[in-house]
């Protein structure tokens, strides 16, 4: 009988924010149905807001260990040192510089735990906004790789900036077109906005431009996209880069056996679901700006009149923090009139690809971006800042599946979007386009599609490394 083979243990640790939770966990339960063990962790402080649905993962299991295809998957979390306390503590700079400080020695920790579990773990992955992780890895002999979380497109865009490869706007030149290989000239107003004279969010830029720091010291960077969508980016990264940009997208979960295991940081309301049951087909507008952006009292009153005056039913997530914002009496007269609903957090994906919808007024954050690309719905496209602004221009410019909303936004803008999304002379060729991607996408991720086998080859190559 020859020697059993070692145990593949990759371990992923995430960014405690929604929009790279989503990713980072999906990529995991990705790479744990190809075979090996595969341990999820983010911080202490917010596994516990997450860990409901995880836990309700273990509780079908008869172990900590969830089964995912044919390997398994674990959760665990560091101790970064939260105040819980402190009402600053999620603060960026502040969330950013305990990280940093107690981030390495708790996750050496627990990566130390794991070999004296028997389980030593043969792989790290990491999103690049812990670029300490990569060092965590690199001091104690494992190999590590990255998941970009945004598109291949805002990748090289930031790469360009960081390595001052080509000539950005500047406070004297403000209105350069920056021009980059594989990627359409872009204008001040297409690119991502940290990288303006303008950029307020001084933070943000710091920690962007941080991921670039150490990224060679990873063996593999994933990009959340598929080569289909983004072939020639892909292809201009790759002659930059000593290591290719590998696209592993895109990571969305609908309908997948797994999609119960999820990282919610706010309890997902399934009336949104029965509500859409009961709505005409391809009737409802789905409105959402993510889990960060904060739109202002204008934004939220020209949206909130706009959808009104549209007259058609719309399903908007309001998150809590945003709700004093809406019209005086807008709540009560939506409830009272009982065709919309008011939500503080959905299902995001079952809403998309549900009958009903017809079309998603979307911030678009990357991931919402590829959630409805993979879902085949036409988008309104209301960037607010970062690389929420290159994706809206690709979605709408480049793919023509969005219509782009004029910033500020205007209430009689948004029923024009919404009237050319749905109802206008170019709706049904964008319905087609929103279809056809819908297709290349899913393909991307089934089993044998261009994504998925480059998931496979890297648990291969994993698995040779460890043998
Ligand atoms: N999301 C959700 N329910 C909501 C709003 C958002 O599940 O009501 C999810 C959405 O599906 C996506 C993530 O939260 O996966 C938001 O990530 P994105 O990159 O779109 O935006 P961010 O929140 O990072 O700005």
């Not at 490869?165 to 107003?189: I, S």
């Not at 782009?404 to 948004?414: Q, V």
Request: overall charge negative.
């Amino acid at each position: 009988m020859g020697e059993a083979s070692p145990l593949l243990h990759f371990l992923f640790v995430s960014f405690p924010a929604q929009g790279h939770l989503n990713p980072l966990l999906r990529l995991a339960k990705r790479v744990a149905s190809k075979g090996p063990l595969v341990t999820f962790c983010t911080t202490l402080d917010l596994g516990k807001r997450i860990s409901a649905a995880a836990a309700a993962a273990v509780a079908e299991s008869d172990s900590d260990l969830i089964p995912v295809g044919h390997g398994l998957l674990r959760f665990e979390f560091f101790d970064d040192g939260t105040d819980p306390t402190d009402p600053h503590r999620d603060d960026l700079d502040i969330l950013l510089a305990r990280l940093e400080s107690n981030g390495p020695p708790a996750l050496t920790n627990l990566i130390n735990r794991q070999t004296e579990a028997g389980r030593p773990v043969s792989c790290l992955i990491n999103n690049p906004f812990l670029p300490w992780a990569l060092n965590v890895a690199e001091n104690l002999g494992i190999p590590s790789a990255v998941l970009w979380v945004q598109s291949c497109a805002v990748f090289s865009t930031y790469y360009h900036f960081h390595h001052n490869l080509a000539d950005f706007p500047t406070e004297e030149y403000p209105d350069r077109t920056v021009n980059l290989p594989g990627l359409p000239p872009m204008g001040p107003e297409d690119l991502p906005t940290f990288l303006l004279p303008s950029n307020p969010y001084k933070p943000l830029k710091n920690v962007i431009l941080a991921q670039f720091k150490n990224i060679s010291k990873a063996r593999w960077i994933f990009a959340n996209s598929f080569e289909e969508l983004e072939r020639d980016a892909f292809d201009a990264i790759a002659a930059r880069l000593p290591i290719p940009v590998i696209p592993v997208g895109p990571l969305v979960e609908a309908g997948e056996p797994q999609e119960k295991i999820k990282a919610d940081m706010w309890k997902p309301e399934d009336r949104c679901i029965e509500w859409l049951d009961k709505q005409e087909k391809r009737s409802v507008v789905y409105v959402s700006a993510g889990s960060i952006v904060m739109l202002t009292s204008s934004e939220m009153q020209e949206l909130a009149f706009g959808l009104r005056n549209s007259g058609r039913p719309f399903l908007w997530v309001v998150r809590e923090n945003l709700r004093e914002l809406l019209p005086k009496g807008f709540e009560e007269e939506i409830e009272a009139e009982g065709k919309s609903l008011l939500v503080e957090w959905s299902p995001q994906e079952k809403v998309l690809a549900h009958k009903s919808l017809a079309c998603f007024v979307t911030h678009c954050g990357w991931n919402s971006t590829l959630e409805l690309i993979a879902a085949g719905v036409p988008a309104i496209a209301f960037p607010q800042w970062g690389d929420q602004v290159p994706d809206a221009k690709f979605l709408c410019d480049v793919h023509g599946i969005g219509v782009r909303l004029p910033t500020p936004a205007a209430r009689a803008e948004i029923v024009r979007c919404l009237t050319a999304a749905t109802d206008g002379p170019d709706a049904e060729a964008m319905l087609k386009r929103a279809k056809k991607w819908k297709e290349i996408a899913r393909a991307a991720v089934t089993s044998g599609g261009s994504s998925d086998r480059n998931i496979e080859r890297f648990v291969d190559d994993v698995r040779k490394w460890v043998a």
